[in-house]
């Protein structure tokens, strides 16, 4: 199993993208099968498609974070975000990132966050495509290093928090 994490862009139409990746017979297919199986209220996770009909490969589950809130929110998460996802995890494969086996027998969960307020559809696109494909090399590399780690835990902030100490 590789995991990875990425966050891409600023206000409320940035990508923060959490991502299993895995064999289907190990503990990421069973998660992506269970995840499918069970929506919850305001949380309806689906397939990833790059058109209507043409699936993600490797398969690819959209979990959506933030739980669907009006028109504007939906048609944000199931159209720019997914296109995003969809197109950063395709190149993924198409460039190598992903090994050839995980055309067919691998699979990707992608957690995703769409703010409430997101209002430019093109940026969410690019922010996801950006943030999805960030997330899937960083699991696949492993990512990040213990030396970044290291250094990031010397002055840790993150966009909503920065401790004055």
Excluded at 28 to 37: E, K, M, P
Excluded at 109 to 124: C, G, K, R, Y
Aim: proline share 8%.
């Amino acid at each position: 199993m590789f995991i990875g994490e990425s966050f891409i862009g600023s206000g409320p139409n940035a990508a923060h993208i959490n991502v299993m990746v895995g064999p289907k017979t190990g503990p990421v297919g069973n998660a992506w099968a269970g995840a499918l199986s069970s929506p919850t209220k305001g949380h309806l996770p689906y397939m990833v498609v790059l058109q209507p009909g043409v699936p993600v490969k490797p398969m690819t589950a959209f979990i959506n974070k933030a739980d669907l809130r009006g028109d504007q929110h939906e048609t944000m998460t199931w159209g720019p975000a997914q296109a995003g996802v969809a197109k950063g995890v395709q190149e993924c494969l198409l460039e190598g990132v992903l090994p050839a086996e995980a055309e067919n027998d691998w699979c990707v969960i992608a957690a995703v966050w769409v703010n409430w307020s997101a209002n430019d559809a093109d940026e969410v696109f690019a922010n996801n495509y950006a943030a999805a494909k960030g997330a899937v090399t960083a699991a696949l590399k492993q990512e990040p290093s213990l030396a970044t780690v290291t250094a990031a835990a010397a002055a840790v902030s993150n966009p909503f928090y920065t401790p004055k100490n």
